[in-house]
């Protein structure tokens, strides 16, 4: 699925946008229905097979299919708890509830921290900081300046914890590592250029902001 929709030549963010586009449809319309009913069937057909006499390569096939059966009941129940987790109702300030309403709710939690996380710059003093820091040697600036090799790049991804949230391009950090051979064009030129002085991608200069409800019945943001 990663080779039919990544493509080396467009930038790292478009080739994400278009393979997270193709695996949602995938997951939605082969993975969700589809594999789980297929592996359920043969296992099904292989216990029958067991019943009327048993065969090494049979017992190691029931193996196999509970395993890959367990891991997508794995990824349901995680899904199934975020979906618990998930805010769909809130007190506004005036007192009124917004329920359902996801673009209602994005709008009022995300003015909420801006608000909070926004320094009134009328109420601050004015000072100078010209000339109160020492200036970096012009041997160090060029080393931290320097475009960052193959290999250091590659040692700091496989330093990620591999299922860590993901973030606002949606995939895990083991999604890179795993698929590096395939994807590491894209990748390493995203960072030579950012490394060279060019812009960061808009996909990856932005932050994601998770509400965590610490009681049972949320109500307000605060």
């Avoid at 009134?120 to 475009?147: G, H, V, W, Y």
Wanted: charge should be positive; glycine fraction near 4%.
């Amino acid at each position: 699925m990663v080779n039919e929709n990544w493509n080396n030549g467009s930038s790292l963010e478009e080739s994400i946008r278009t393979f997270t586009a193709a695996a949602k449809m995938w997951n939605k319309n082969v993975f969700g229905h589809i594999l789980k009913r297929n592996i359920i069937n043969r296992l099904n057909g292989t216990q029958r097979a067991l019943e009327r006499f048993q065969a090494k390569n049979l017992l190691k096939l029931e193996k196999v299919l509970w395993v890959k059966l367990e891991r997508i009941l794995d990824m349901e129940e995680r899904l199934w708890r975020r979906r618990i987790n998930e805010i769909k109702a809130l007190r506004l300030l005036n007192g009124e509830w917004c329920c359902y309403d996801k673009d209602v709710l994005k709008a009022k939690v995300v003015h909420f921290f801006k608000k909070l996380y926004t320094i009134d710059a009328t109420n601050m003093a004015q000072f100078s900081i010209q000339n109160i820091f020492s200036t970096l040697e012009p041997k160090l600036f060029d080393f931290i300046a320097r475009i960052s090799s193959c290999q250091k790049v590659h040692n700091a991804l496989f330093d990620m914890a591999p299922l860590k949230a993901p973030g606002v391009d949606e995939l895990h950090a083991q999604f890179y590592q795993s698929q590096l051979n395939i994807i590491g064009e894209s990748f390493m030129s995203m960072v030579r250029k950012v490394f060279d002085g060019g812009s960061i991608e808009s996909l990856f200069n932005k932050t994601l902001i998770v509400l965590i409800p610490k009681v049972s019945s949320l109500e307000l943001i605060t």
